[in-house]
DNA sequence: CGGCATCCTCGAAGATACTG
DNA sequence: CAGTATCTTCGAGGATGCCG
């Protein structure tokens, strides 16, 4: 197992890394955030509302998510294609670690305003 | 400027992203928890406490900390050179994303566990 | 001791085309 | 509409050697 070296230094905080790990993804938080804030979306609504993002990386990311029980799929068998997307229970479980990021994201970004300032005088 | 895309999609929520982009890198997250945990340590020392790095990655992670002021490095000009590192006051806003990232990372390994259980019945 | 310089590997991410 | 299937690019990370 990958993880024995891990829990060998720190095996009360080493979990960190299983979290990090979920949320690290181009455009995993994007979708996750998506997903939370306005519910469940067709696959061509998130390719919509993510500029940039390419049918395969939506897939990919999307499958991701899915496998570690984040979000849900839910296929239509109807023609044209309908599958919808969306945050499971489990997935939502998240949002607290994703509001503590956006929160110290924010004052992050206050703290490099000023040390701009700062080298700038 | 690359943030625009992402502020334009989620103003109030892609923040998350500037948090994660500190804490990702193969060895960030065991610098960050050991450096909080065992207070200022040598070059060495962290490089003997993590199995598995080599000094190049070693040096450039401290270096990226150093640079978004996470972290603190202090050289001592002696024979043979001395170089401690510490978290900064600002670096240590980050436990509170820690702590919750490990808390929601015990609980994913149990739910993997779960879900491991029921694909063998 | 605590680096830096160089070269290399490998996988995440992107571009593009095709399909049930 | 919601995907696969290929091919390609690019950079994080690793291996190794040298240095004040």
Redesign the interface.
């Known amino acids: 197992m990958e993880q024995e ?2 829990l ?3 095996p ?9 790990s ?3 993804g181009k455009w995993k ?2 979708i996750l ?2 997903l939370i ?1 306005n519910g469940t979306q067709r696959f061509s609504e998130l390719k919509r ?4 993002i390419t049918q395969k990386m939506l897939t990919n990311q999307l499958r991701e998510l899915e496998e ?2 984040i979000i849900q799929r839910v296929v239509y068998p109807v023609v044209p294609p309908r599958v919808e997307y969306s945050i499971t229970e ?1 997935g939502s ?2 949002q ?3 509001d ?10 206050l ?1 490099k305003r000023q ?1 701009f300032k700062q080298n700038n005088e």
Chains 1, 2 share one sequence.
């Open positions: 070296i891990k060998d230094i720190e009360l905080l080493c979990r960190v890394e299983d979290a990090l979920i949320l690290v938080p994007i955030l998506y804030k509302s993510i500029p940039g570690e029980d489990y479980s998240l607290p670690i994703l503590t990021m956006h929160q110290w994201g924010e004052k992050h970004l703290h040390k």
